[in-house]
C-alpha cells in the first residue's frame, strides 16, 4: 500500500514536472485565487437588512446578503472606499483614505463629492439630529463636521482629536471612538469639543467601537477580540474572539454583528448568543512581490507580499502554507509590498510605511528593521547587502549588511525606479515612468551613466532573471510578461492578458501594489496578479 501510494505520488510529480507533449507556448494557470473582497474594511447595514462593506484595495462597495452571504451587488469605481453609513436620507454616504473626499450615493445611483478633506478621511456617521461626522487616519489627524448635502464647506472642529478610527454615536449623544494612539475607548462631545476617556487597558490598539440596539457598547480589536464595554464604569468583557486583522463591525436590527477583516478580507456574522458564521471566506487579499524560497533540496514555497500579511502557499497545489499577520501599530513587522529572499530570511520593502526589513519565517523573528529610505518601492539582495529603490529620491541605493548605515547610491535620477534583478554582478533596474530597463553595474562596478537595455516597456514592474540569462519584467500598462534579451535588448512578449496593473488612488505611488514576478527551481514563472487577486503559474515552453 505504502508502495503504490509512493508510486502515485512519483508519477503525479513527473506529470507536473514534464509534461507528454511538448508545448510550442507558455501555459497560464492560476495557481492561486484571493478572496472575493480585497481586504474588507468600514461596513453598515442598510435600511434593506442588506451589508454593506467596503474595499479600500479593490475601490469598491459589496453588497452581501445578510443570510447567506451571497454578494448581491458592486458598486466599483470608489476610490479607497475606507468606511460606510446610511443618512436618515436613505443615501450611502462614504470616505475616500487615500483621496479624502466623502461621497453620497443617492437611492437612485447618482454620485455626488459632498467634502473634499486631506487624505485619510475614515470614520463617518451621523447622530439622531442627522449631522454628520468624519474622522481622519492614519495619514493626519481630525474630526469634522459634513453638511450632507454639500452645499457648505466642512467644517474642522478638533484638529488632534487623537488617531480615532470606526465610531459610533451613544444613546447619551455623544461620540464614542477608539484611539490608537492610547488604545482606549474615548468619547466626544461635539458641541463643546470635549474628550473623556471612558476604557483603557485593552489587550491590543483598538480598531472600531459601536452601539447595539440595547445601547451597549462594543469594541474590536485586530488581535481578534470583540469585547463589550460598560461606558459607566469602563469594565470589559470578552464577547467574541475572532481571526487577527479583526477591523470594523455593525449590527442587525436583530443584534447579529457583523466583522470585517482588514488582513484576510473575511466576513463572520455572530448571534447574539455568540454562535458565528462565516460569510464570506478569508485569504489573499492583494497580491504583490512575490519571491520562491527553497524548503529541501527539490521543493520551493513561494511567498508573496499581501500589503498587511506574508503568505506562504505550495508551488504544486498552490495551498497556503504559512501565515505572517502584519498590523499597524501593533506588529513590529509592517505591511510589505515586495519580498525577496536574503539568504534563508526574507527580504521586505514597504513604501506605506517607509520600512525594509529582514524577516526569518523560521524563528518568526525580525531581524532588521530599516525606516530611512526615501520611499521604498522594491528591495533585493545582493549576497547579504540590501539594494533599495527609492520614489522620492529617484535612486537606487545599496546597504552594506554589516552596518546598514554604511550606504552607496548606485544610480541616481531614475524616473521611479521600480523592478530590479541582480545577474551576478550585473543589477538591472526597470523605470516606471519611461518604460526603460537600465543595467547600473557590470561585474560588480557602477556604470556611469547606466546602460540602456530596452525601452518602450509599459509600466514596468516586477523583474527576474531567467534561468537561460534572458529577463522577464512585468509590464503593468500592458497586462503581459516580457522577455527581454540583456544582450541585444530584443523584446518579446511572454504571456499577455492577464489581470494586473490596478491603477493606483490618488496620494499613492503610481506603481500601487506592485505586481511581482519569480521563477522557481521547477523552472515555471510566477506572477502576481493584483487586478484579478491571484498568482500566475507560467510554464514556458520545452
Not at 501510494?5 to 485565487?33: C, I, Y
Not at 472600531?208 to 470589559?236: K, W
Not at 525606479?417 to 560588480?444: C, H, N, S, W
Request: glycine share 10%.
Amino acid at each position: 500500500m505504502i508502495r503504490t501510494t509512493l508510486l502515485t505520488l512519483v508519477s503525479l510529480l513527473l506529470l507536473h514536472a514534464l509534461p507528454l507533449v511538448a508545448d510550442s507556448e507558455p501555459r497560464v494557470r492560476a495557481l492561486v485565487r484571493g478572496t472575493s473582497i480585497q481586504g474588507t474594511n468600514g461596513i453598515t447595514v442598510g435600511p434593506d437588512d442588506k451589508v454593506y462593506v467596503t474595499s479600500v484595495v479593490g475601490n469598491e462597495i459589496v453588497v452581501v446578503d445578510r443570510r447567506s452571504g451571497r454578494i448581491l451587488e458592486r458598486m466599483t469605481e470608489l476610490c479607497s472606499a475606507e468606511d460606510v453609513i446610511f443618512g436618515p436620507d436613505g443615501a450611502l454616504y462614504w470616505t475616500s483614505i487615500y483621496s479624502g473626499i466623502v461621497g453620497r450615493i443617492d437611492p437612485d445611483g447618482t454620485r455626488t463629492t459632498i467634502a473634499d478633506l486631506p487624505p485619510g478621511a475614515n470614520a463617518i456617521t451621523f447622530n439622531d439630529a442627522g449631522r454628520l461626522f468624519v474622522s481622519l487616519f492614519p495619514q493626519s489627524q481630525g474630526l469634522y463636521e459634513v453638511d450632507p448635502t454639500g452645499a457648505t464647506p466642512a467644517e474642522l472642529l478638533i484638529a488632534e482629536p487623537g488617531m480615532i478610527n470606526a465610531f459610533d454615536f451613544g444613546p447619551d449623544g455623544l461620540l464614542y471612538a477608539p484611539d490608537l494612539s492610547t488604545g482606549s475607548v474615548v468619547r466626544i462631545d461635539v458641541d463643546a469639543l470635549t474628550i473623556e476617556t471612558v476604557a483603557t487597558g485593552f489587550s491590543s490598539l483598538l480598531s472600531a467601537v459601536a452601539f447595539d440596539s440595547q445601547g451597549n457598547l462594543y469594541a474590536s480589536d485586530p488581535s481578534g477580540e470583540l469585547t463589550r464595554v460598560d461606558i459607566a464604569t469602563g469594565e470589559r468583557e470578552v464577547f467574541a474572539t475572532l481571526p487577527v486583522g479583526n477591523d470594523n463591525f455593525a449590527f442587525d436590527r436583530d443584534d447579529n454583528v457583523y466583522t470585517t477583516n482588514l488582513l484576510s478580507g473575511g466576513l463572520i456574522r455572530i448571534k447574539p448568543n455568540g454562535k458565528k458564521r462565516r460569510l464570506i471566506r478569508p485569504g489573499m487579499t492583494n497580491t504583490g512581490g512575490i519571491t520562491t524560497r527553497p524548503i529541501g533540496p527539490f521543493r520551493d514555497e513561494l511567498w508573496v507580499a499581501d500589503t498587511f500579511s506574508l503568505r506562504a502557499f505550495g508551488t504544486f497545489f498552490g495551498r497556503q502554507r504559512d501565515f505572517v499577520p502584519t498590523i499597524p501599530l501593533v506588529t513590529p513587522f509592517v505591511g510589505p509590498n515586495t519580498v525577496t529572499t536574503i539568504g534563508d530570511d526574507l527580504l521586505t520593502s514597504s513604501w506605506i510605511f517607509n520600512a525594509v526589513q529582514v524577516y526569518d519565517p523560521d524563528t518568526d523573528t525580525l531581524l532588521t528593521d530599516l525606516r530611512d529610505f526615501a520611499t521604498p518601492l522594491n528591495a533585493i539582495a545582493w549576497d547579504h547587502d540590501i539594494v533599495v529603490a527609492e520614489l522620492a529620491t529617484g535612486n537606487v541605493v545599496r546597504a552594506d549588511g554589516d552596518d546598514p548605515s554604511q550606504r552607496e547610491v548606485l544610480a541616481t535620477g531614475l524616473a521611479i525606479p521600480t523592478g530590479m534583478a541582480l545577474d551576478q554582478g550585473d543589477l538591472y533596474v526597470a523605470e516606471f515612468v519611461t518604460g526603460t530597463l537600465r543595467k547600473i553595474t557590470q561585474d560588480g562596478q557602477i556604470l556611469d551613466p547606466p546602460s540602456i537595455v530596452a525601452t518602450g516597456l509599459a509600466a514596468p514592474e516586477g523583474l527576474v532573471v531567467l534561468h537561460d540569462g534572458d529577463l522577464a519584467v512585468v509590464e503593468t500598462g500592458a497586462g503581459r510578461v516580457s522577455r527581454v534579451d540583456p544582450h541585444t535588448g530584443i523584446v518579446t512578449t511572454l504571456v499577455d492578458d492577464l489581470e494586473l496593473g490596478a491603477p493606483a488612488p490618488p496620494n499613492v505611488p503610481p506603481t500601487w501594489l506592485f505586481d511581482g514576478i519569480t521563477q522557481g527551481r521547477n523552472g515555471r514563472i510566477y506572477v502576481a496578479g493584483n487586478i484579478a487577486n491571484v498568482i500566475y503559474s507560467i510554464r514556458l515552453p520545452n
